[in-house]
């Protein structure tokens, strides 16, 4: 196989490493699949965690991230009518994921960081999670 059909190979196929690396690496990604791997949330209550977020990101960060099964949208009937996002298995293999990037960060960049993943106890599960800046009693 000649250097130009590989080429011409890879541009054609979508590498799924690299498309998977896309979306856990979006924007908000990180700080949304955090709050829900602590506890189920609701909607507007990620506006308050999340400095910064926008209601017409987070509605787009949050179909996408429902989309690719990474989080469950969960629509409760009783009143008042509300909406929490919880995470999925799948979303706890990413958190996974964020977990080892961390490590490996750690040890090459040997500094203190504010980086969100930092703040789940990587002693417990994420299901388990406890996150100092935000209340348990919910």
Same mark, same amino acid.
């Given at each position: 196989?000649?250097?130009?059909?590989?080429?011409?190979a890879?541009?054609?196929?979508e590498?799924?490493i690299?498309?998977?690396l896309?979306?856990?690496s979006?924007k908000?990604?990180?700080?949304?699949?955090?709050?829900?791997?602590?506890?189920?949330? !609701?909607?507007?209550?990620?506006l308050?965690?999340?400095? %910064?977020l926008?209601m017409?990101?987070l509605?787009?960060r949050? #179909? +996408? &991230?429902?989309?690719?099964?990474?989080?469950?949208r969960?629509?409760?009937d009783?009143?008042? !009518?509300?909406?929490?996002?919880?995470?999925?298995?799948? %979303?706890r293999k990413?958190?996974?994921?964020?977990?080892s990037? #961390? +490590? &490996?960060?750690?040890?090459?960049?040997?500094v203190t960081c504010h980086?969100?993943?930092?703040q789940?106890?990587?002693?417990?599960?994420?299901?388990?999670a406890?996150?100092?800046s935000r209340?348990?009693d919910?």
């Amino acid at each position: 196989m000649s250097q130009n059909s590989r080429e011409t190979a890879s541009e054609n196929i979508e590498c799924p490493i690299s498309r998977l690396l896309e979306i856990i690496s979006a924007k908000w990604t990180v700080e949304i699949l955090r709050e829900i791997s602590i506890a189920p949330t !609701r909607t507007r209550q990620f506006l308050r965690l999340i400095p %910064g977020l926008s209601m017409k990101s987070l509605q787009f960060r949050l #179909k +996408e &991230l429902e989309r690719f099964g990474l989080l469950e949208r969960i629509e409760y009937d009783q009143l008042p !009518r509300h909406v929490e996002h919880s995470i999925t298995e799948r %979303g706890r293999k990413a958190i996974a994921i964020y977990m080892s990037i #961390k +490590e &490996l960060s750690d040890e090459i960049f040997p500094v203190t960081c504010h980086c969100p993943m930092g703040q789940i106890d990587t002693q417990q599960r994420c299901s388990d999670a406890v996150c100092p800046s935000r209340p348990l009693d919910r």
